[in-house]
């Protein structure tokens, strides 16, 4: 159980663009959900906090009209990263957290993203 | 803001030898919770510690939370390749169950 799946696993565009990702609790239901970013070899920062049905709570120094947060469902968060840039290109990983795990939080396999 | 600091950064051992990752607070936190990341994979929850003092055991591997809630620590027993990854520990402050992660230890184990 507390499977948490991101989709695409990997994307590469260009500059300009935008690019959405998925991040879903396949078997629970999540409350609350965090999107991090991760550069190599680099611990995880923490971008913002969502929660179902409420709007994202951004860390500070992160652009919230450029890292676009839904959480429209109790399964589904999706990170939108609007007018990609090189320096945007890096690995976006997801947590889950349901109401029934106390504390734990439950990663998806991250989604690398590449800009170019 | 809230800072975990952890080291060592790096850590060779040859199986069989123990290794020790040492995580501390810059605040009391709320609970500390351990990660294990395999190269290219993505952070696998190990342990979550709440109480001031507390040491919990899984098979080799002990964890110890500070009697202050401030400081942590992961001892691996005779170290395996299996046991090859980064090892995060990551602090929960008690603000909306965010977590602060450490930077991370990296484990590698000579066979």
């Known amino acids: 159980g507390a499977v948490v799946s991101q989709h695409p696993s990997w994307v590469i565009c260009k500059s300009g663009t935008s690019v959405k990702i998925e991040c879903r609790s396949l078997?629970?239901?999540?409350?609350?959900m965090f999107w991090y970013r991760q550069f190599p070899k680099q611990s995880l920062m923490l971008m913002a906090t969502?929660?179902?049905?409420?709007?994202?709570?951004?860390e500070q120094g992160v652009e919230k009209d450029k890292f676009l947060i839904n959480h429209a469902s109790l399964t589904l968060s999706t990170l939108t990263v609007t007018s990609a840039h090189p320096e945007d290109s890096s690995f976006y990983i997801c947590?889950?957290?349901?109401?029934?795990?106390?504390?734990?939080?439950?990663f998806g396999p991250g989604t690398r993203l590449t800009v170019t | 803001g809230q800072q975990v600091m952890q080291i060592p950064q790096y850590q060779h051992v040859q199986e069989g030898e123990d290794f020790t990752t040492y995580c501390n607070s810059s605040?009391?936190?709320?609970?500390i919770q351990w990660y294990k990341q395999r190269p290219g994979g993505h952070p696998v929850f190990l342990i979550q510690?709440?109480?001031?003092?507390e040491v919990k055991k899984q098979k080799r591997l002990t964890f110890q939370f500070g009697e202050a809630k401030k400081n942590s620590s992961l001892h691996i027993t005779a170290t395996q390749t299996t046991d090859v990854g980064t090892y995060f520990c990551?602090?929960?402050?008690?603000?909306?169950?965010?977590?602060?992660f450490g930077k991370g230890t990296l484990l590698t184990v000579n066979p």
């Open positions: 947590s889950a957290m349901s109401s029934a795990s106390s504390y734990e939080q439950y």
């Open positions: 078997d629970f239901q999540a409350t609350t």
């Open positions: 969502s929660n179902e049905g409420s709007k994202a709570t951004y």
């Open positions: 605040t009391t936190l709320s609970n």
């Open positions: 510690l709440v109480k001031s003092g």
């Open positions: 990551a602090g929960d402050g008690g603000s909306n169950y965010k977590l602060t």
